[in-house]
């Protein structure tokens, strides 16, 4: 049999990671997270890691592997799901991957150019005129400049966004344009499903987990971290919103109704992304369903090779 990676996808509180605990039961084996926060040891709540219970059932890669300190690139996830696939098909003919950084898997599956080298002084008066005008300047340039990243990127993470736009306007490319445009040869095989649920339940689903996340302790954890508030780690929705909270800009209230929304966008933009992946096969997050769809297209994929 080749050896076959299963990819999970979807928006956010999806059960993308459910159902990715399963299917590596199903197949015994192990799975790697393709989520850009998770990685990070100091994150927990706020990310919605796979429970205690769920890490103790499956081995996870990808999931506490890195400091917030560590600046974390598609490239280098690349090089380390790669590295992981690897570990998993000498003993495993399957590998799963789960996670709604559409970035990552496209690397992961695709694999990336590499970005030519920009120009310092854009950096530099980039830097400057976010800091002088915040947030919304860079939402509105990237929005002028650079649609294809805002309709798909990470349009509340200035660290992204700054640098969306460095490129922008050194290469006159949009950053989403380097890929590559034929695929690297991988010695595996890709099977790629997307979750999807009705928007109305989506939404119910998400507002509810962050009301669940409060209730966690997320305020306490985001309190731990505000010394570390500047780092691109925690330019990340859940923890940005509630450091806005502490700053006095805005009321505890208001900052969760501001998770809930901006979680909302999130995954609006994820769904936007996905969308555009014609090898994504779109089923609902019933096990039964997903295996289905996997064990079909795994047999097909046999037949073509």
Not at 84 to 98: E, L, P, Q, Y
Not at 146 to 160: K, L, T
Not at 235 to 249: A, D, L, N, P
Request: charged share 25%; glycine share 6%.
């Amino acid at each position: 049999m080749n050896k076959t990676s299963i990819v999970i996808a979807g928006p956010t509180a999806a059960g993308k990671t459910a159902i990715a605990v399963q299917l590596a039961q199903h197949f015994n084996t192990q799975i790697i997270s393709a989520d850009s926060r998770q990685c990070y040891r100091e994150l927990n709540i706020g990310v919605a890691k796979p429970s205690v219970e769920e890490l103790a059932q499956v081995h996870h890669y990808f999931i506490n592997s890195h400091g917030i300190h560590e600046n974390v690139s598609a490239a280098d996830f690349e090089h380390y799901a790669l590295d992981a696939a690897g570990k998993i098909f000498r003993n495993n003919d399957i590998a799963v991957m789960v996670g709604g950084t559409g970035l990552y898997i496209k690397a992961f599956a695709e694999g990336l150019d590499k970005i030519p080298a920009t120009d310092e002084k854009i950096r530099d008066l980039i830097i400057h005129s976010y800091r002088e005008k915040g947030i919304a300047w860079l939402q509105d340039q990237l929005k002028a400049e650079d649609p294809a990243f805002a309709a798909a990127g990470e349009m509340q993470n200035p660290q992204r966004m700054m640098r969306a736009l460095e490129v922008k306007r050194s290469t006159g490319r949009s950053i989403s344009s380097f890929q590559l445009k034929q695929n690297p040869k991988r010695d595996f095989n890709i099977i790629q499903v997307g979750l999807e649920l009705p928007r109305e339940l989506l939404y119910e689903r998400i507002n509810s987990r962050v009301d669940k996340m409060i209730e966690a302790g997320l305020i306490d954890e985001v309190k731990s971290l505000l010394p570390f508030k500047e780092l691109n780690a925690l330019q990340t929705v859940g923890y940005k919103e509630i450091f806005s909270y502490f700053e006095g800009t805005s009321t505890k209230a208001g900052a969760i109704e501001q998770i809930k929304q901006n979680t909302r966008h999130y995954a609006k933009r994820q769904m936007t992304w996905f969308r555009k992946d014609e090898a994504v096969e779109w089923v609902a997050p019933v096990f039964e369903e997903v295996l289905e769809n996997v064990e079909r297209r795994t047999i097909d994929v046999q037949r073509s090779t």
